[in-house]
């Protein structure tokens, strides 16, 4: 028979999820959110961790983790760093839940299972991150005991990570926006002055557009030195010669 303390931390867990607004936290921080409210919605659970993924092949790539304890941690970079291989992997590539109640000695994962048995972290829980057509990423639950994810954890952890996809599939789309947005503005801002210097050069040499930028691209590698940065030092010497020329002094 179900506790209705675990559809109530279900639901207070839910109505937090429902109320993040990832802009505010960046995405690291919205899916470390998300890992504490599936640790406390999760019956048994000691610990869980979110993990952002995208599928390239037979590999997860991580754009994005986040935990609610350190030992979480731990254990994904085990799984997904050192090893690629335990339940999340699985949950990943099968696009299932998938859970263990003796991972020291589970057949499924010979490498992981036992590794992480020995840090004395004995069941896990694995719930994908299903939207239509692809998946997000990944739940991954633990707890120190044996056999805790009964078949009432697994159906709570599964209400759980339909609304969850959809919150970690709106973070990453947002923290993507920000990131072109940023670059956008960067160039909007460099653009100018790296044409500048090119025309700096061409005036200097004779060289075409193109010779100018892989002079100016030559010289940012060389001296390790940003492009915008390599181009506005050009600029600011061409104007000052012009000003040393004419008698003119920087206005004050």
């Known amino acids: 028979m179900t506790d209705r303390s ?30 504490s409210f599936a640790a406390h919605a999760i019956p048994g ?4 961790g979110v993990t952002l993924l995208r599928m390239e092949g037979p590999v997860n790539r991580i ?43 589970e057949k499924l994962w010979p490498r992981f299972g036992p590794r992480v048995g020995r840090l004395g972290i004995n069941s896990a829980l694995a719930l994908p991150l299903l939207l239509p057509g692809h998946i997000v990423g990944a739940i991954n639950v633990y707890a120190r005991g044996k056999n805790v994810f009964d078949d009432r954890a697994v159906a709570i952890g599964e209400l759980f990570a339909a609304p969850a996809a959809v919150a970690v599939h709106n973070a990453g789309v947002l923290a993507q926006a920000l990131a072109l947005t940023t670059q956008l503005q960067a160039a909007l801002v460099s653009r100018p002055v790296i044409d500048q210097a090119i025309g700096v050069v061409r005036a200097r040499s004779g060289a075409t557009s193109e010779e ?41």
Do not use: W
């Open 45 to 48: 659970a000691d610990g869980a």
């Open 63 to 105: 754009e994005a983790l986040a935990t609610s304890h350190p030992f979480v941690a731990e254990i994904d970079e085990i799984q997904y760093v050192v090893l690629n291989e335990g339940p999340c992997v699985t949950a990943a590539r099968e696009r299932r839940t998938v859970r263990s109640g003796s991972l020291g000695g």
């Open 212 to 252: 100018a930028f892989a002079r100016l691209r030559e010289i940012s590698q060389r001296e390790h030195t940003k492009l915008v940065d390599v181009a506005q030092q050009l600029v600011d010497e061409a104007v000052g010669r012009a000003r040393a020329r004419h008698g003119d002094t920087p206005a004050t």
């Open 6 to 35: 675990d559809f109530e931390d279900l639901q207070s867990s839910l109505m937090a999820l429902a109320g993040l607004v990832s802009g505010t936290t960046g995405l690291e921080g919205l899916l470390g959110q998300v890992a």
